[in-house]
C-alpha cells in the first residue's frame, strides 16, 4: 500500500518551519556578532607583549620595541607573522596565530599610539 503525501497545509508548515530554523545557527556564531573591543579588552592583549617587549611595548634588551611604531607597519608586521611569512620570526609566528584580525588591528593602534 503506498503512503499519502502530506497535505498541503502540512508541507507548507514544514517548509515555513524549515525556513524560519535556517538563519539560527548563524544568530548562534559569536564571531558574527563580536562587540567591538573595549579599551580595557586591548590593554589586558597588549599586556602579555610586555614578557617580551616590556612594559607598554618599551624594550630594554634585545627584542624591538613597540612603542610609537608607525601602526600601519605593526599591523604589517603582525599578520606576516601570523601567516607565517616574516622570515626573520621567533616565536612571534605561533603567538600571532592566537589572535584574531581585529586584534591585531587593535594592538597595532594600541602600540602606535602609545609613542605620541
Known amino acids: 500500500m503506498r503512503s499519502k503525501p502530506l497535505c498541503n497545509p502540512a508541507r507548507a508548515l514544514l517548509w515555513l518551519t524549515l525556513a524560519m530554523a535556517a538563519p539560527l545557527p548563524a544568530l ?18 597588549a599586556a602579555s607583549c610586555a614578557n617580551c ?18 601602526e600601519a607597519h605593526l599591523l604589517q608586521r603582525l599578520q606576516a607573522f601570523k601567516a607565517g611569512a616574516a622570515k626573520d620570526a621567533t ?4 603567538l600571532a596565530k592566537g589572535y584574531d584580525d581585529e586584534q591585531l588591528k587593535a594592538l597595532a ?5 602609545k609613542g605620541q
Not at 616590556?54 to 620595541?65: A, K, L, V, Y
Not at 616565536?91 to 605561533?94: A, D, L, N, Q, Y
Request: charged share 15%; no cysteine; proline share 11%.
Open 53 to 70: 617587549h616590556g612594559p607598554d611595548g618599551r624594550s630594554t634588551g634585545g627584542i624591538p620595541t613597540l612603542r610609537g611604531l608607525p
Open 109 to 113: 593602534q594600541w602600540f602606535s599610539k
Open 91 to 94: 616565536v612571534m609566528t605561533r
Open 28 to 45: 548562534a556564531n559569536p564571531a558574527t556578532a563580536a562587540a567591538p573591543l573595549r579599551t580595557q579588552d586591548i590593554a589586558l592583549l
